[in-house]
């Protein structure tokens, strides 16, 4: 039996459990779950497997308006987020503003939250004051964890009151647990990227740093130390990256 990969691995099991639930759900969620996998392997960078799956979730709990997701840091701060209009993206902005809300709370506590109407909502104040004059009255969030991993947090908005319930919660849980996964992997493989563009730059740098040294102990008969010295203090005096100067200084060495 060829052993399956742990993404894989749990992933069944969250199909396997809501096979208990019911299999008309166990057959929706393994076709949103393979919709996410699809969209995700397409998606270059974080910021857009994000966006995607705000249209996911949209169309996938029943009575939601609007969706949307994000990816926070360990500082509670959202590094990137998608939504599917701008009511969503406003309601988001306004929580991470105000350093309060539904979905800031789901993140911190691990946990899925609703507001049944942001109008009679009291555990959020500035908030719900915050969207009274949008078109959103019911909320549902929960957490993207993998791992032990906060990736993030998910959430649907509705402008109708009570539009959400434990059903509801069944789905936005489940669908997070393969969302968490693929989400954190798409943000792994973008910061390895950049790692690796980061050390491919430095790797160039150095070498156009150790070129102009060399230039410059030929033609001024300096020691390696004292080379750098003068192309630290150059970089000083013009306010310029010590790669910048090294670069001068090769070019100035070609046009002789």
Known sequence: ?????????????????????????????????????????????????????????????????????????????????????????????????????????????????????????????????????LPLRSVLSAPLTTEGRRIGALKVYSATPGAFDDHSVFLMERLSVPAAVMLGNARDREANGRLSSRLVEALANRDLISRAQGVLIERMSLTSAEALTVMLSTSRLQDEPLHQVARGILAGTAEQ
Do not use: H
């Open 1 to 133: 039996m060829v052993p399956q990969p742990a993404g894989q691995s749990r992933l069944m099991t969250e199909v396997t459990k809501a096979m208990e639930y019911s299999l008309p759900l166990a057959d929706e969620l393994a076709a949103l779950t393979g919709r996410m996998a699809g969209g995700f392997l397409t998606k270059e960078s974080a910021s857009k497997a994000v966006q995607f799956l705000a249209y996911v979730l949209k169309d996938a709990v029943p009575g939601a308006t609007g969706a949307g997701a994000s990816i926070i840091n360990a500082r509670g701060r959202r590094e990137s987020a998608g939504a599917t209009d701008p009511v969503v993206l406003q309601a988001d902005k306004l929580q991470y503003e105000l350093g309060q809300g539904p979905c800031l709370s789901a993140w911190a506590e691990q946990r899925a939250l609703i507001i049944q109407d942001t109008r009679d909502e009291t555990r959020w104040p500035e908030w719900t004051a915050a969207v009274t004059d």
